[in-house]
């Protein structure tokens, strides 16, 4: 599904990035962890292609193909989706015609006529019933007036709408209560298939209760420094991070 | 000093002037000449005119069809300004000239409804015009009403009696046509009586890209308890010049409400100066511009509150692309003794380039102590945020920019209440976004 190798970025001439590499392959469900700082949001930046970011070096390759060289639009084309840490208020464009440009923009990329009218909106029914969101949200501003919750739900509304391969979940549990975490994590599960992914980064321990993952990474300055099974995030709950950078660094000497 | 040029020529034409023209529009030409002499056209020593330089667009030797020479206009192939389900009674001018209208759609209209061109209605009812004609239009300072009153030969006038209101909205279609290039000089006299209503959609065309400089002056009456709506759409080419003063008046308990949608021009300068003379009235003041290449767009408002418990809402919103130039002055007055008053003010604009710029002067002057007074100006960019977005969910960049800036106009257009008007021009931004600059020559005229 999607291959890092050896990747360097940097946002206004400092290195974030230190040389990543990473395999996630169809079904499975990663977990990134680390301390704050250490890189989590700009490698999820750098996947979808944030034009702040800049690549120094490394290749990504995502289904065969070269990843960074395809631009934003075309990698979510392609099945790359993420879920934004902090989702983006857009005053004026309502839900419905802020789908409607998603799903149509990327049947034309598959070829497609745009969607029927009636079978958007039975589309748009049956995903907000999917995560609990209220028909009167498809009339508001995107994420104009939402809650924190209402907000984090859109955006797994957004994925079961596009229904993507990989699903890079960025900090999705900050600022969501335990219902609302619920909601969401049911609703990443329930999209889960033999063929998607999702990456899911986090600071905590929390989500992970929620999304069982089978593998954890630790991110610490640009790296990933340990990778193991689901117990791994168990441990780094228990004991924090800094036995992970310590045993790191002692084995770097 | 362009303004000798004017008054000798006047004085060389006086007779022509007059002979092209009606009793009621000449009664006033001598008041002009002498204005126009004393004050002159304004020059960008003004503060009100820093960007726009409204004495060179006066500068070279414009013609004018002073002996009314009809230039052939071929009204139902050029006139298709249509706006989907929204049925109109049209009238139509040709440069300044008042094309006689379809007279079938007047029995429609309410006893004593005056309706047509200025001329043609002033020889029916030569009193009733010359009790409203002039009585607005501020010569007596530097502007184009004096030269606009020296020169024009005819116009469209409407005047609604009291209590009657025309519900078919009426609209009054310009349009720009000559073999030749040309000043054109028109009137437009609006009158409510006291209780009646009007809604009055203006577009503004041109046929062709010869050059053109448009002075045009607009008075409106709206007596006690009228209501009024005005709406001004210019769609015209690179080649316009165009310099508009409209003057109203409010009487008790009127409300008016105009929108000037400025799409495709030249150069435009409007000037609205808005008297709120009698308690309660309300007026509704705003302005959209998408613009691009060389493309200038100025508007000047003043919202004069003579009177307490009165109520205005401004806001103009523009998107400037390429090297446009952009300017908005907004001045509100609130006299002494105009308690209660609430005034709202917001301008806000995005410029895409850097190459495009925006001038915004908001002005509050207060002299009333019980007032609910509130302005706002702000330029900026595209939210890259929402843009980055978007994108991520496969929004091409462009769509997604045609997206946010929609949204940015609607804030506007969602305020017009004609509910057909407003998806015409949401159809007519739209497109205005997606085609980018100089693709609209030759498609002036709405299809």
Known sequence: MLRIDNLHACIGGKEILKGINLEVKAGQVHAIMGPNGSGKSTMSNVLV??????????????????????????????????????????????MTNFMRAALNAKRAYQGLEPVAAADFLKLMKQKREFVGLDAKFMNRSVNEGFSGGEKKRNEIFQMAVLEPSLSILDETDSGLDIDA?????????????????????????????????????????????????PELALELEERGYDWVIREFETAGK | MSEKVYTGLYRENRTLVGNGSCGVMNSLREDALAALETFGLP??????????????????????????????????????????????????????????????????????????GLCEQAGMFPDTIAEYYGKLADMQRPGIAALNTLFAQDGFVVIVPDGVTIEKPVQL?????????????????????RGSGLKLLVCDHSADSRNYLVNQVTEVFAGEDSSLELYDLEETAHTNKRVSELFVRQDAGSSVRMAGVTLNNGMTRNSAYVTLAGKGASLMLDGVAVVDGSQHVDNLTFVD???????SDELFKYVLDGEAVGSFA??????????????????????????????????????????????????????????????????????????????????????????????????LVERRFKSGSNLCEGCQICK
């Open chain 1, 49 to 94: 292609g944030h034009p702040s970011y800049e690549v120094t070096a490394g290749t990504v390759t995502f289904k065969g193909r070269n990843l960074l060289e395809m631009s934003p639009e075309d990698r979510a084309h392609e099945g790359l989706f993420m879920s934004f840490q902090y989702p983006v208020e857009i005053p004026g464009v309502s």
């Open chain 1, 181 to 229: 975490l619920r909601i969401v994590a049911d609703g990443v599960n329930r999209l889960k298939s033999p063929e998607t992914s999702v990456i899911v980064i986090t600071h905590y321990q929390r989500l992970l209760d929620y999304i069982k993952p089978d593998i954890v990474h630790v991110l610490y300055n640009g790296r990933i420094i340990k990778t193991a099974g």
């Open chain 2, 43 to 116: 020059t960008k020593q003004l503060e009100e005119y820093l960007h726009t330089d409204i004495a060179r667009w006066f500068e070279p030797d414009w013609g004018m069809n002073l002996g009314r020479v009809r230039i052939p206009v071929g009204v139902s192939d050029r006139f298709r300004c249509s706006v989907p389900n929204l049925s109109t009674l049209a009238y139509y001018l040709a440069d300044d000239r008042f094309v006689a209208s379809d007279l079938s759609q007047r029995t429609s209209l309410a006893d004593g409804v005056i309706i047509g």
């Open chain 2, 173 to 193: 279609v310009t349009l720009l046509q000559s073999p030749v290039d040309m000043m054109v000089t028109r009137r437009i006299l609006v009158v409510l009586g």
């Open chain 2, 305 to 311: 509150h003579q009177v307490s418990d009165c109520q």
């Open chain 2, 330 to 427: 907004g001045k509100v007055l609130v006299r002494e003794g105009s308690q209660r008053t609430v005034s709202q003010q917001t301008n806000r604009n995005i410029c895409m380039k850097r190459t495009a710029r925006m001038f915004t002067q908001p002005q509050l002057e207060i002299y009333a102590d019980d007032v609910k007074c509130s302005h706002g100006a702000t330029v900026g960019q595209l939210d890259d945020k929402a843009l980055f977005y978007m994108r991520q969910r496969g929004i091409s960049e462009s769509d997604a920019r045609t997206l946010l800036m929609m949204a940015f106009t609607d804030e506007v257009i969602s305020r017009i209440s004609l509910e057909p008007l407003q998806q015409r021009l949401r159809h």
